[in-house]
Structures are given as structure tokens and as C-alpha cells.
């Protein structure tokens, strides 16, 4: 798996979406705090009521180095489902990402760890440590549904889950997408000619011509 998992973190999300017919996206809401983030790691999954992130630490009990710590807060968005000091944790324990379907607090503090966060925003209120929720158990990130072991790939574009059953077929697929994009480009964008010629196909494809 852990190869795998390196391989599918060598490609764009973008392609990786493509191979699955554009299921199984985050909802685009989640985005990097820096553009320049990159994840791909194995899911663990947490599903944390609104405003109670104690789940999220008991979470962090049960990861992996590497792992991505997935978040469903239903993306509650007025406290926060992590601060600087729980993120710090998430970084100290070695794990590849942290990807919440809700907002996150010390936004300035997250971005100099420089450590890898998904979210949908920033909020100023923290959560309480009630207890209640649940760990590696189904959730819902918008419009994925993310099981514990799937495959998280985030970067700019946004976040996308592989199935784990589906991951050697994906990846396949998402490879010969990427291999035909980059030909596709280099067939194309030589020069305006070659670029209206293409563009001509397609008007006429979609015509059906």
C-alpha cells in the first residue's frame, strides 16, 4: 500500500478525478491553506458533532505516520474543528495531512507550521471536548463519501478519496490520463495553427461531424 499511496501522491488530483469520472471529490469548498500543499496518505476518519472535537484527538490515537486525518464536521463553520496546538499534535505525531470538511482557528500559526491543512475556512471560536462522535466510521466530505483506508490525494485544485478496493485500477487509469494530456499538449500547443486545428475537431465532434 505504501507504494501506492507514493505513486498516486506523483500525480495532479485532476487526474486522478478524471479516472474516477469525477466522483468521489471533496466538495470545493476544501482547499489548502498554501497552494503549494500536496497530501496523499491513508484515511483515518472522524465524524465530529458540531462544536465537540474530542474525537479528533482520539483519532490521532488510532493514525499512522503518514496518515491523513479526515474530518466531517457537516462543515460547521462558527468554531473551529482545530487550532494551532491540535495541529501542532497532528505534526509532532508524524501524519501526512489534516483534511476538515469544517474551518479551522490560528490560521497564522497553522500556515508558519507549514504542515499541510485542507479546509473550508477560518473561524475565531474553538471547539469543547464533550466526547461525542465517532472514529473510522463511513463520513461525508460535501460530495465524497470517504471510508477509513481510502486514499486521500489533496493539492490546489482540492481533495479527491480513492476507494481502497479501486485504488491499482485508478491509478492505472489516472496515468494513462496523465500520459494523454501530456502528449495531447505537446501535439497541440506548438504554435496557433496546431491550436486552431484541435479546436476545430472538437467544435465539429461536438457537433457530430
Known sequence: MRQVIEEFGRLPTTCISDAMQGLHNFDPV????????KICGRAITVKMPA???????AAMKEARPGDILVIDSGNYAYRAVAGDFVIGLVQALGLGGVVAYGTIRDVQSIKALNFPVFCTGTTVACSQKI????INVPIACGHAIVHPGDIISGDADGVVAVPQGEAAAVLAAARKKLASDEERARRVLVDARSAMEYINHLVAAGRGK
Request: no cysteine; net charge negative.
Open 131 to 134: 466526547g461525542a462522535g465517532a
Open 30 to 37: 476544501v482547499k489548502p491553506l498554501k497552494e503549494e500543499y
Open 51 to 57: 462544536g465537540d472535537n474530542m474525537m479528533v484527538l
